[in-house]
C-alpha cells in the first residue's frame, strides 16, 4: 500500500511540474490564496474493498465437502465509487470535514462442472455507505503541492444481498437451463468507523487529486450478537458455523479528482 501510495505521489509530481511548466508566472508555493470560509471542494472516483482476516465471507460459496452454501464468495479485491465533499474551516486548510459516499457492489463466483451438468453460483451484496469524517493536513510536500493528511470516520452501511443459481443440463440439446435468483439474508444497516492516510496533489488549480490508503470496519458498533443473521456478508443463516456476527476489517484505496469551488 505505502509503494503504491508512493508511486501515485511521482506520477501527481511530473503531471504538475509539466503544468507549472508551461505558465509563465511561478507562485511562491508558500504563497496561500485568499480563504472564504468554508471552502468546499467536491470530487469523485474510484475505491477498493478487500475483506481481510478470517470470516466466512472470505470462503468459497460451495466448498467440495458439501452442497449448501456457506462461503460469501469475496475473496479478491471489490472495486466501487466515492464521492466526497470536503469542508474546509482555517485559512491553513489544516482542518477539513467531510461527507460522502461509498457504493460498492460485492460480487463472488463459482462454477461446479460434473458430468451432464454445469453449475454457477453467483452471490451479490450491495453495500452503499454514508460517510461524515474528519480530516487533519500534517505535513505539506515541494512535489506537486501536495499535503499529506489523516483522517478518521464514521459510516453507516446499509446491507442488501441476493443470489442466483443456474443449472446448465449439457445432455440436452439444445441445452436446459434452469435458473433461480433470490434474496438472501434481510436487508440490515450497520455503524462502523474508519483510519485513512493520504495525499493531496495540486494538478491544475483548482483541480486536485486525492489518493489515500485505509482500514475500516462496517460493523465495529452494531454487530448482531444474538445469532438470528449470521455473519454479515454470507448467504445463509443455516449454515454459519458461527452464528454469532462477527466484526469485519477491510482495506481500502481510493483515487479521486477533486474541484475546488
Keep these: 500500500m505505502i509503494k503504491l501510495i508512493g508511486i501515485l505521489v511521482l506520477f501527481v509530481s511530473v503531471l504538475s511540474n509539466t503544468s507549472v511548466g508551461q505558465n509563465a508566472k ?7 490564496a485568499p480563504f472564504t470560509f468554508p471552502e468546499v471542494e467536491i470530487g469523485a472516483g474510484l475505491t477498493t474493498f478487500y475483506l ?5 465471507a472470505r470462503d468459497l460459496i460451495y466448498p467440495k465437502d458439501t ?6 464468495g469475496f475473496s479478491g479485491s471489490q472495486p466501487g465509487l466515492a464521492v466526497r465533499a470536503t469542508f474546509i474551516l482555517d485559512p491553513e486548510r489544516t482542518f477539513r470535514i467531510i461527507a460522502g459516499l461509498d457504493y460498492m457492489v460485492l460480487v463472488g463466483q ?18 452503499p455507505a454514508a460517510v461524515l469524517g474528519f480530516e487533519y493536513v500534517f505535513a505539506e510536500l515541494p512535489l506537486a503541492k501536495a499535503k499529506a493528511f489523516a483522517g478518521v470516520d464514521i ?19 439444445p441445452f436446459k437451463v434452469d435458473e433461480e435468483e433470490f434474496s438472501t439474508k434481510e436487508s440490515v444497516s450497520r455503524l462502523g468507523m ?8 495540486e494538478l491544475s488549480p483548482p483541480v486536485t487529486i486525492t489518493m489515500s490508503g485505509g482500514y475500516s ?7 448482531n450478537t444474538s445469532g438470528s443473521r449470521g455473519q454479515l456478508l454470507t448467504p445463509s443463516v443455516s449454515e454459519d458455523f458461527d452464528r454469532v456476527e462477527r466484526v469485519l476489517g477491510n482495506l481500502s484505496f481510493t483515487m479521486m479528482v477533486q474541484y475546488k469551488f
Design 194 to 201: 474508519g483510519l485513512r492516510l493520504g495525499i493531496e496533489g
Design 217 to 223: 470496519s462496517i460493523n465495529l458498533f452494531n454487530p
Design 26 to 32: 511561478i507562485i511562491s508555493p508558500k504563497a496561500k
Design 155 to 173: 459510516r453507516n452501511t446499509f446491507v442488501s444481498g441476493k443470489f442466483n443459481r443456474t443449472i446448465v443440463y449439457t445432455n440436452f440439446k
Design 110 to 127: 463459482q462454477r461446479i462442472e460434473a458430468s451432464g451438468f454445469s453449475f454457477y453460483a453467483k452471490h451479490t451484496v450491495s453495500i
Design 67 to 72: 452442497i449448501r452454501s456457506i462461503g460469501g
Design 52 to 56: 481481510n482476516g478470517d470470516n466466512s
